[in-house]
């Protein structure tokens, strides 16, 4: 199975900060990389798909980058409805799996 | 614009088996372009992958579940189903059923789960 280490499991930050969220897989996914925002008590929102592709409707302050193994999430400058938790998921092999999170925080 | 609703028992008692239905509206399961999948979160905690269908039944598992999990398709209803045999308290979670959509990005193959139900929260407890 490929393992994702997601980093770091929680950040404290304030509005306007520039966030950087990194998920490192145990082995070589291309760019099957996905990003997600999930709210408390919502299901999880898709915001980078392909490791860098901005899926529609999503701010442009939020951004992907990486290929093959080590994975960047960057949002630009830190909204007060940006406060959320975020996840990485491989899609490249089966079984798929999720980074552990990372939760944003004031 | 394609929705996914879960239904089910909210309690289940331990030992007993946990079923699921996804309705998916606004789309064919029958697309060949898609897996169906479900998806669990415990709790405070994270993500948990269950396993995904494809319309011709075809499907694959997280290995720590495949012993208990039966993920099947009926197109006829444009419904997928979830059962999860002989739980315990650690399945307690919230259920999610979703889209796994296969496309072409800068010339090569991807996937991503695209649209998800709002969720279910099933309880294991006597």
């Known amino acids: 199975d490929i393992q994702m280490t997601q980093s770091p499991s929680s950040v404290s930050a304030s509005v306007g900060d520039r966030v950087t969220i990194t998920c490192r897989a145990s082995q070589g996914i291309y760019s099957w990389l996905a990003w997600y925002q999930q709210k408390p008590g919502q299901a999880p929102n898709l915001l980078i798909y392909?490791?860098?592709s901005l899926q529609s409707g999503v701010p442009s302050r939020f951004s992907g980058s990486g290929s093959g193994t080590d994975f960047t999430l960057t949002i630009s400058s830190l909204q007060p409805e940006d406060f959320a938790t975020y996840y990485c998921l491989q899609t490249n092999t089966f079984p798929l799996t999720f980074g552990g999170g990372t939760r944003v925080e004031i | 614009q394609l929705q996914l609703q879960e239904s089910g028992p909210g309690l289940v008692k331990p030992s007993e088996t946990l079923s699921l239905t996804c309705t998916v509206s606004g789309g064919s399961l029958s697309n060949t372009d898609y897996y169906w999948g479900w998806i669990r979160q415990p709790p405070g905690k994270g993500l948990e992958w269950i396993g995904v269908v494809y319309s011709s039944g075809n499907t694959y598992y997280s290995p720590s579940l495949q012993s208990r999990v039966t993920i099947s398709v009926d197109t006829s209803k444009n419904q997928f189903s979830l059962r999860l045999t002989s739980v315990t308290a650690a399945d307690t979670a919230i259920y999610y059923c979703?889209?796994?959509?296969?496309?072409?990005?800068?010339?090569?193959?991807?996937?991503?789960?695209?649209?998800w139900g709002q969720g279910t929260l099933v309880t294991v407890s006597s």
């Open positions: 979703a889209r796994l959509r296969y496309y072409f990005d800068r010339g090569g193959p991807n996937s991503d789960f695209d649209y």
């Open positions: 392909a490791a860098s």
